[in-house]
């Protein structure tokens, strides 16, 4: 297990957490490498650049050329790591499916601004087919932290302590406080953050600061919730979810990616291969562009994703 | 030339020829023959003069690399590496078949093939990472990379194009197998290439046009990158797809062929002809 100091990382948020995790990283490991596409500031690579500017590579606008040309790096035993806004995963499909993934190599390929975090920027910038899309391709690990310690043992893990291409969807505002001193970080588990025997909900990353507020109010309210994080969204801890399905009534899950195949689909498939249940799927809806709004929240909240949707769904399971 | 004789390596080019055509023929699946046979020099001068590497030692890690970036071309590349003796002639009957390390395309489960290709335009960006990589560690190993000329319609192949000349990549030499063909059509017709020098130079290559089926012309063009310091180097090699077969010779309908046993037969008995 690495040995993390988290001291390094307190107080920090959002890209100013990112920049300083890779930047760390950067100091424990001399093959590892920043790639853009002129956005590495923007990804939070700048103290990264600051320190090393002679392993930062910026590709331009070119996503597709810099995603071949990491691969290409790994082979030669470089940890390369791969910035780029969420919905670039679209562009960069191919070179990710045939030239990472295929050849399996140990690419560190990461989304920032990711879901609809862009919101006023437009649908073109909503980063919601990312987990879609990459949950088809062999061999890649797809990790999605959900507070800032998580932020740090799961980037650090991925990158210095695991062997293989990963992508790190890297959500703009993390959730404090979800963890004691007893936590560690492994890829494929999934961490019980309350048990409760009457529903399971099941999130990860920004989506857990939603998925904790409806846990609180039902609690309150007598009803017994298991709530889930799952950092790891590929390959999901498929015992945890048996267990919940098995254990409670049912499974509500959250996310900020296209129903067509993210999350939810995940914990659906596990649920329907294994020990069938209800599942509610909240997510940005199938067959549906999103829109344009102020801010996430407000995009969440034109599609039902919010606090009270999730409460009623949660009756509903138990009615 | 250093060790083997030019014949030897018309012989090597020809005798590639030979086996790629019995894969397509004794497997029932027919394949890429065009830009299979316009590659066949440039391939066999690539592994018998140009390349350091080592068949014994695939992995040897001061060799340089070669992408096949045209994946299509993979029954001549898996025969040229044959007879360099990266394997025995019996792995060539694994073409295609269930679980093979190749098909019509690449894998790197192929001894000495570096790359997975198929999809076009992928090449020229991993040779891209291989050259920075190798220029990170101070190696003075190359990286070639070999399209074919209606893969550059690929926009990719530009993004990687403008890469090189930013990162200054003189250890990367980049070929293009100019048949003049597309799979459906000619290039010019389908999707004009040209004025292709002034392109690549635009873009910050140093650049040569040769013929790419002169083993002589193949090898001191390649015994001479970089042609610039400094620089990423560029080679037109002009080929005539189908090259071997009077049948396909320069014909753009030959990207891939599938044809009954009797007319495998023929081409067999007119390789043969070439073959010492």
Redesign the interface.
């Known amino acids: 297990m690495l040995d993390i100091n988290f001291k390094k990382f307190e107080n920090l948020s959002g890209k100013d957490l990112y920049s300083r995790i890779f930047s760390e990283i950067g100091a424990q490991n001399k093959n590892v ?1 920043m790639l853009g596409s002129d956005a590495i500031k923007s990804n939070g690579g700048g103290e990264f650049i600051g320190r090393f500017p002679e ?1 930062t ?1 910026d ?2 606008i ?1 996503e ?2 810099m ?10 035993n ?1 940890i ?1 790591l791969v910035g780029m806004y969420g919905f670039l995963v679209l562009r960069t499909a ?2 990710i499916r ?2 990472v993934c ?2 399996n190599l140990n690419v560190k390929l990461f989304g920032t601004h990711i879901g609809v975090s862009m919101a006023a920027e437009g649908v073109t910038h909503h980063g919601v087919n990312d987990i879609s899309i990459l949950r088809s391709f062999p061999n890649i690990t797809i990790i999605q932290p959900a507070s800032p310690k998580e932020a740090v043992a799961a980037i650090f893990t991925a990158v210095l302590d695991y062997n293989g291409p990963v992508y790190l969807r890297m959500p703009d505002t993390l959730c404090e406080g979800l963890y004691d001193d007893t936590y560690y970080f492994k890829i494929g588990k999934a961490y019980t953050l309350q048990d409760g025997k009457d529903v399971t909900i099941i999130a990860s990353g920004a989506m857990i600061s939603i998925a904790k507020d409806a846990a609180n109010q039902l609690t309150s309210e007598g009803i017994s919730v298991r709530l889930i994080n799952t950092p790891t969204i590929k390959p999901m801890d498929e015992d945890a979810i048996i267990k919940a399905a098995k254990e409670t009534k049912g499974i509500i899950t959250i996310e900020d990616n296209d129903l067509a195949g993210g999350l939810g689909a995940e914990v659906s498939q596990i649920v329907c291969d294994n020990y069938p249940t209800k599942v509610k799927m909240f997510g940005l809806p199938k067959d549906r562009f999103t829109v344009i709004a102020p801010s996430a929240k407000d995009i969440f909240d034109y599609f039902g994703i919010h606090v009270e949707g999730i409460k009623k769904a949660v009756k509903e399971i138990l009615s | 030339m250093d060790k083997i004789s030019e014949k030897e390596m018309v012989n090597l080019a020809n005798k590639a020829r030979l086996l790629t055509a019995k894969m397509f023929g004794e497997s029932g699946q027919g394949g890429h023959i065009g830009g299979s046979f316009s590659a066949a020099e440039i391939l066999t001068v690539l592994y018998n003069g140009i390349l350091k590497i080592d068949p014994k030692n695939p992995e040897w890690e001061l060799r340089d690399h070669f992408i096949l970036s045209k994946g299509h071309a993979s029954a001549m590349f898996a025969s040229v590496l044959q007879l360099r003796g990266f394997f025995d002639e019996k792995f060539l009957k694994t073409y295609s078949k269930l679980k093979s390390a190749f098909g019509k395309h690449t ?2 489960h192929i001894p000495g093939c ?3 290709a ?2 076009l335009g ?1 090449g ?11 220029k ?2 101070k190696l003075n190993s190359r990286v070639f990379c070999l399209m074919g000329d209606g893969e550059l319609d690929e ?2 192949v530009w ?2 194009a ?2 090189a000349n ?2 200054k990549l003189d250890n990367l030499i980049a070929i293009v197998d100019r048949n003049g063909c597309n799979m459906e059509d000619p290039t010019e017709e389908l999707m004009p290439l040209e004025p292709l020098e002034d392109k690549w130079k635009s873009f910050g290559w140093a650049l040569k046009t040769i013929d790419g089926h002169s083993i002589s012309s193949l090898y001191e063009t390649l015994k001479s990158v970089p042609f610039e310091p400094g620089k990423p180097s560029f080679i037109i090699a002009k080929t005539v797809k189908g090259k071997g077969l009077s049948c396909f010779a320069g014909d753009y309908r030959c990207h891939y062929v599938k044809q009954d046993e009797q007319k495998w037969a023929e081409n067999y008995k007119e390789l043969s002809k070439i073959c010492n």
């Open positions: 490498l392993r590579f590709f331009g070119a597709a050329n995603v071949a040309a990491g691969a290409g790096l790994a082979k030669l470089k390369p191919e070179q045939n030239d295929y050849q | 894998t790197t570096e790359f997975s198929g999809s992928h020229l960006g991993f040779a891209i990472g291989l050259a920075l990589g190798k990170l560690d926009g990719s993004e990687a403008m890469s930013k990162f």
